[in-house]
């Protein structure tokens, strides 16, 4: 019942291509993190999402130094061997230094479109408003001239509905795994979650309807295994879930800028957009890279570990992320502090050799096991 | 180092300072980011102090070390940038020069130079317990808008509450443009000076800048910074005058981009003055150059003139305005080429920099070269490495008048 999301996976342009041609939409390409994917579709768009990839760096090398994320890096591999010829324009946020810098060296190598959604960090509440209307304004307007069609009221209710659907299909299916963990292999889950990336939301809703419905039938393994809750930026590289199957270790739960975080935004209103965006970027679930300390990072993550039931924390850290970095040390204390194991494990998108990983993953279990 | 009279003064200056941070009990204790609008807290009498400013003297005084590895046992990572690993190491063994900061009543963070101290404030407002409070400059990635200078300025304004609130006094705003203006007056000078180095030969080089930059960051809004810097003027625009150069001989003038590498000042000083080679401006010490402008909006709104100045700081512009920049930087100066600080600490100052260098040397006709490097962190640091590159690049220069 998983194949159809493999396959998207295992053919990423392919799949764009083919959509492309059918729905003849430009192609959006979005970098990490909370772009709402309903303005690029309310603009006539087709937004896919950019987390990173596992090539080989051969010539992102030149421009990119080795201290830079593998997102980064792994991205800006993807236009300079033009495997992203698809991809019309860029939507970028504001999320980290890197990031920033990026935007601004896609606009020198490159003549597509960019766009830059940029978030406030500021606690003076009219500042913010003023600000994020005047973001919202830029990037509507720049998505318009890459699509040619103008945002309405309508198109923006319709974006909305389906891409509101897609994340509430999406928190089915993570309630699915809480309450019956195993259910899914982890490898499995995540490919679900990672197809949705490039698939259309139209196709993607349907894809996880009949998920949804399938999965009903499944039972959960009786076994007992650990149960972990993963935290940090993404949750690629994506073969590494294998090595939690082979474990035979559950993730509950996560914490991922690409998973839960993204997921458990609310449907983006569009009555009052300025106040929509708002709420879509700073809720429900906190980020290290945006500010919001009304949303405490460590309040949160307690929460859901005991919401989830998790028996532990994993931090799955993309080498390089300093927003990340900064925060988990005190976050691993105050876990620790409250008798939550809490461990981290480091990686590179690109890289290919799990055996230390593995090792580590596998260390982590044990301690789980107790 | 040029022999200048004014170090000694310095020294004395920054002592004090740090004396008074050390030991002040009336004053509450602000720790700032550098660039932050230190004038409203020098108007209401609270002291700043300025980890990053702390950090450099660890490394220049080469204790940054044993810091950095005190933050590493703790959990923070190589891949940070060292200013703040030195900064939470200083914290944890209340090591450097000074056995540590004072602890902050409040922290005061602006986004002008990068993200990164966002996140960097946000462990310590954890670990003291103490409000902070940031004014977002965003990047300027299409030059300077009304609508962030109205941003900015909301921002200011909210300042200003916080302080009265925190302080429990009313915002003195009579001595807030006092301070403005002391603090404009200092950076002018700073910035008068540093463009003396468009003498040939330069009357001192970027490496006493750098040396000399202490009080700009840290005493800013002060008369004794005015003071100081006036008389670094006087006593610089006197050797040009006379045409004293900082080096016996100067044979290439270059551009040096993002931060120094405080570990190795004595050693690459050496190394230039062998190479005939003065670094005659730089990006980094500009910067506390550009709240000089304050004063260049007289009769426009002071508010307006502050939100501009904090927020076209070189770092945080976008790369076609840092190239036009450099490009006019290396004409006005002439100089023969540019070295680029890759620094793995800075990734704002040095994401995209191989491009910058690119299109840099391409606009300006003259050699650029990128080194590999980090501002405080001398474990990821290669003399042979750095040193081979530099040689490489100076030979590819043409020397002056010719
Ligand atoms: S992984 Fe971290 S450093 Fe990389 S782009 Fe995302 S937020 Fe920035
Ligand atoms: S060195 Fe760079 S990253 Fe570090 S605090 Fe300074 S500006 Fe920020």
Known sequence: MFDPFHEVVTNVSKTIMQFEAQLRRPVIGVMPAYFPMELIYAAGGYPVQLWGNNLTLEKSDAYLQSYCCSISRSVLELELREISKMVKAY??????????????????????????LSIPITQTEEARQAYIKNVLKSVTTGLEEIT???????????????????????????????????????HDFYTVLKAGFFLPAG???????????????????????????????????????????????????????????????????IENLVEGITQYLFNPAPCCCIYNPENDRHTYLLNRVKQSGADGVLFWYIKFCEPDAFDRPQLMNRLK?????????DMELSMSNFEALKTRINAFCEILEG | MTQLAAYKKMKELMTNYYIEAKTTREKPIAWVTSGAPVEFLYAMDVLPIYPENYAAMCAAGHQSIELLEAAEAAGF????????????????????????????????CSTNICKTVIKWYEVIARKYNVPLFIVDTPFLHDGLTKELIDYTISQFKDLENFLAEFTGKPFDRERFFEVLSLSSEASGYWKKMLYLAKEMPAPFNSLDSFIHLGPIVTLRGTQECVDFYKSLYAEVAERAAKKIGSLPEE???????????WFKMRRLEKFFEEKKCTLAVTTYANSWGGYSNIDNYQGKDIYEAMAASYLNVYINLGFEERINYLAQLIEEFSLTGFIMHSNRSCKPYSVGMYRLQEELSALSRKPGVVIEADQNDPRVYSDAQVETRLEAFIESMRPINN
């Open chain 1, 91 to 116: 939507a970028f946020t504001s999320l980290c230094d890197t990031l920033i810098n990026l935007r601004e060296l896609y606009r020198r190598l490159f003549s597509k479109p960019t766009l830059q």
């Open chain 1, 148 to 186: 040619g069609q103008q945002i309405t009221q309508a198109s923006l209710i319709e974006a909305a509905t389906l891409y509101g659907h897609t994340r509430s299909l999406q928190r089915k299916l993570y309630n699915i795994r809480r309450q019956k963990p195993g259910i899914m292999k982890n």
């Open chain 1, 203 to 269: 196709a993607y809703n349907q894809l996880l309807e009949t998920l949804l419905h399938n999965l009903e039938a499944l039972s959960q393994p009786q076994d007992s295994r650990p149960k972990v809750l993963i935290s940090g930026m993404v949750f690629d590289p994506i073969d590494t879930y294998k090595i939690f199957d082979e474990l035979k270790f559950d993730i509950v739960d996560d914490d991922l800028a690409n998973g839960w975080r993204t997921v458990s935004k609310e449907n983006l209103q």
């Open chain 1, 337 to 345: 502090a409250e008798g939550i194991p809490a461990a981290f494990i």
């Open chain 2, 77 to 108: 990572s190589q891949d940070l940038c060292a200013y703040a690993r030195t900064d939470f190491g200083a914290d944890i063994t209340q090591g450097g020069p000074v056995a540590g900061l004072p602890p902050p009543n409040f922290l005061l």
């Open chain 2, 251 to 261: 044979k290439y003038r270059v551009l040096w981009d993002n931060l120094p590498i």
